[in-house]
């Protein structure tokens, strides 16, 4: 069974719905996966400078198959997520990571940042998600 290695994106205002997404991976059946987000506990988080947590955002994309966005509209105007998705779409001697948008529960908007960047959106539940990752990993 091969193990992914995946970068959530996320705001850490909207919190909720990154551990939701980690509660889909955790209990997806014959499902191995690395997170390689940024933890919330994470110094680089708070006390490090704009240009320490790109460099780590870079790093961990990097080492990633692929990287989830949520869809909400919140997405838009982040200015980090926005950075995800440029590091994500820039390329590496690979090519660029897949970016997998995914859609919770009830939204009804959808950030257009997401939706023109991702290779696929899906809804909100552990199959969609998981079958997407197979999909489309590196």
Excluded at 13 to 30: G, H, Q, R, V, W
Aim: charged residues 15%; glycine residues 6%.
């Amino acid at each position: 069974m091969k193990t992914y290695n995946i970068f959530i994106s996320h705001s850490w205002t909207y919190s909720n719905i990154y551990y939701k997404l980690i509660e889909f991976l955790d209990n997806a059946k014959y499902f191995s996966y690395n997170n390689h987000s940024i933890p919330i506990h994470d110094p680089i988080h708070t006390n490090g400078t704009d240009k320490q947590l790109y460099e780590a955002i870079y790093n961990r994309i990097l080492g990633c198959h692929i990287v989830l966005i949520p869809t909400g509209v919140y997405s838009t105007h982040s200015k980090w997520i926005n950075k995800e998705i440029k590091i994500a779409k820039k390329g590496y001697n690979i090519g660029p990571k897949p970016i997998i948008g995914v859609n919770p529960w009830g939204q009804r908007n959808i950030s257009s940042i997401v939706e023109n960047n991702a290779d696929i959106i899906v809804g909100w539940n552990s199959n969609s998600i998981v079958d997407a990752i197979r999909q489309y990993s590196l």
